[in-house]
T-cell receptor, first 117, second 111 residues
């Protein structure tokens, strides 16, 4: 079975440029999560969607970050303009949210390693 | 205070030994608990959920102490393949799927 698919795997760009990260969740999963991981701060939730609707975006650092989920099989995380401090690994994860079972695991993609010069 | 705190390690343990990790969480309303494993330069993967009565999966045993807001993971007969970073993860309450991750405990099994 295909897991969570993220693209690109690596991105190196100059500060000020727009960066778009993409994610395809596991088919049938109704929740999608964007995380950022750095050595200093660990793994932080940026935003999550349920049934394509943003539920909690309290982790989005600032207005330069935006995320969309136009349909159940695709999401983007955009940074505009990018800054060197945005350099990190960005993970997308998906899960099947069931009210009767709060222990559904989140399945992570391979991540996008982003370097802003 | 961080919501989920772990000893970052590193723990360097000889093969075959038993090793235990601890984790504390600050939100008493937390309802679900997990251990995830992350290999170097890879994505986190669910190792096991942690249930109130404690649970075991092969060589791995997880315990939860709600009164002390404390979670533990015990690995018996450690293997070289157990080398990884172990992330303690907490979910606040049933209506919100948000997971809060600890910064992880790094484990290296030495031959």
């Amino acid at each position: 079975d295909a897991g969570v698919i993220q693209s690109p795997r690596h991105e190196v760009t100059e500060m000020g440029q727009e960066v778009t990260l993409r994610c395809k969740p596991i088919s049938g999963h109704n929740s999608l999560f964007w995380y950022r991981q750095t050595m200093m701060r660990g793994l932080e939730l940026l935003i999550y969607f349920n049934n394509n609707v943003p539920i909690d975006d309290s982790g989005m650092p600032e207005d330069r970050f935006s995320a969309k989920m136009p349909n159940a099989s695709f999401s983007t995380l955009k940074i505009q303009p990018s800054e060197p401090r945005d350099s990190a690994v960005y993970f997308c994860a998906s899960s099947q949210n069931r009210i009767t079972d709060s222990n559904q695991p989140q399945h992570f993609g391979d991540g996008t390693r982003l370097s802003i010069l | 205070r961080k919501e989920v705190e772990q000893d970052p390690g590193p723990f360097n343990v000889p093969e075959g030994a038993t090793v235990a990790f601890n984790c504390t969480y600050s939100n008493s309303a937390s309802q679900s608990f997990f251990w995830y494993r992350q290999d170097c330069r890879k994505e986190p993967k669910l190792l096991m959920s942690v249930y109130s009565s404690g649970n075991e999966d092969g060589r791995f045993t997880a315990q939860l102490n709600r009164a002390s807001q404390y979670i533990s993971l015990l690995i018996r007969d450690s293997k070289l393949s157990d080398s990884a970073t172990y992330l303690c993860v907490v979910r606040a309450w049933g209506g919100n799927e948000k997971l809060t991750f600890g910064t992880g405990t790094r484990l290296t099994i030495i031959p």
